[in-house]
């Protein structure tokens, strides 16, 4: 059964990599009046990728879609300016105009050495916090209606760190969760994109440090633990171990086994934040 379970993932992890590589957006940076900015606008036959690809997401059950041109410019535009407080313009040639935010990618800063394990643990710990706090927000969904605010696709790529003073942003909102989902667990979905993609790029021994490091920042300070929220994420992990789907492999690659540690070490993160109702004290594991 081991066996099996892990050839299965191999596969889907096959692609999800093959996922990975579509690109439906042209992504440039552009100069408009001594300001820079990221331009994006979809590839001229990014209609048909997102027709077909959602219609293949939603038969994996991955609870996500990419929206159509349109319907993708006004939600970026509406997340922009309720947590940002910038109105985004379009140009005359369709380009969505996003002015760029200093910083470095949460991604970059944890691929480079000059970071210490400590100071990347104390990054992941914002970047969770920040995402809590996205998800405090309501915003108009495509469908019109008021929602609490979720990413869609809560990667390292798309959270960056900026440092005077310290804090981590979110950004690229090409992806939504399905309206039929409810808000928690679209919530814990943001959680364990960040988690995986995160693991990424860290050694195996620092999971548990890790998993520890993101519950705590999501619940911040407060004893009052966001109960529904962890309660979801923690059957949302229990539920994927022996149902791989490529999206979420396309999102963070981790080889089986260290997926498989890397579950246990959040599932003991979130039991011991629920016991405790308080900070977690995380395990040491060396290498």
Same mark, same amino acid.
């Given at each position: ?189 943001? @959680?364990? /994109? *960040?988690?995986? +993609? $995160? ?10 440090? =890790?998993?520890? !490091? ?15 929220? @962890?309660? /979801? *994420?923690?059957? +949302? $992990? ?10 979420? =492999?396309?999102? !963070? ?35």
């Amino acid at each position: 059964m081991e066996l099996a379970d892990e050839l299965r993932y191999r596969l889907v992890s096959w692609l999800g990599n093959r996922l990975a590589g579509v690109k439906i957006n042209k992504v440039r940076r552009m100069d408009v009046n001594r300001r820079t900015y990221c331009a994006k606008r979809r590839r001229w036959f990014g209609s048909l990728l997102i027709a077909t690809g959602n219609i293949y997401l939603k038969r994996t059950g991955a609870g996500v879609r990419a929206l159509p041109n349109h319907q993708w410019q006004l939600r970026e535009s509406e997340v922009y300016r309720v947590v940002h407080d910038l109105e985004l313009m379009t140009d005359s040639s369709g380009w969505l105009l996003i002015p760029e935010f200093s910083g470095t990618v949460l991604a970059t800063y944890l691929e480079s050495e000059a970071h210490s394990e400590t100071e990347k643990l104390d990054a992941i710990r914002l970047a969770s916090l920040s995402l809590s706090s996205l998800h405090s927000i309501e915003v108009q969904s495509p469908d019109g209606q008021q929602r609490p605010l979720s990413h869609g696709d809560a990667t390292a790529q798309n959270v960056i760190l900026g440092t005077s003073p310290m804090k981590a942003s979110w950004f690229d909102f090409d992806m939504t969760h399905d309206n039929l989902r409810d808000t928690h667990w679209r919530h814990a979905d943001d @959680l364990r /994109a *960040l988690t995986y +993609s $995160v693991a990424e790029r860290l050694r195996a021994a620092m999971f548990p440090s =890790l998993s520890t !490091a993101i519950v705590e920042g999501y619940c911040g300070a407060e004893r009052d633990v966001p109960t529904p929220v @962890l309660d /979801a *994420l923690a059957e +949302s $992990v229990s539920y994927w171990q022996t149902r791989p789907i490529s999206f979420h =492999l396309a999102q !963070a690659r981790v080889g089986y086994r260290e997926r498989r540690f890397l579950d246990g070490a959040l599932l003991d993160a979130i039991r011991c934040r629920k016991n405790a109702g308080g900070p977690v004290q995380s395990r040491v594991v060396t290498s």
